[in-house]
């Protein structure tokens, strides 16, 4: 099971940091991506990461304010998004994908999904 935190409201070029936790099994054996769905838009990509953290793969949108991360010891995978903007606004989920590196953003690559998280970027 997935349980991601750490979504809410935020203002523009405001900061969050989700955090995707796992129990019931290891992460360490599944490279880890974050996807988001905004309001009458397809589930889309966000960033993805290895197992040992060493490799990650930011969509362009993303780059130089998302921030993927992860703590095999906590079983813990983050995503910090700095510099938020109105369009950041989505449910963000994890996934893990037990698939060898390069990750994609293909969802049936993802065996094990998370509920979601709820993001919000408005003044």
């Known amino acids: 099971q997935f349980v991601e935190s750490g979504g809410g409201l935020v203002q523009p070029g405001g900061s969050l940091r989700l955090s995707c936790a796992a129990s019931g099994y290891t992460l360490d054996y599944y490279n880890i991506g974050w996807f988001r769905q905004a309001p009458g838009k397809e589930r889309e990509g966000v960033s993805c990461i290895s197992t040992s953290g060493g490799s990650t793969k930011p969509v362009d949108s993303v780059k130089g304010r998302f921030t993927i991360s992860r703590d095999n010891a906590k079983n813990t995978v983050y995503l910090q998004m700095n510099s938020l903007k109105p369009e950041d606004s989505a449910i963000y989920y994890c996934?893990?994908?037990?698939?060898?590196?390069?990750?994609?953003?293909?969802?049936?690559?993802?065996?094990?999904w998370g509920q979601g998280t709820q993001v919000t970027v408005s003044s």
């Open positions: 996934a893990a994908s037990p698939l060898r590196w390069p990750c994609t953003f293909l969802e049936d690559e993802y065996a094990y």
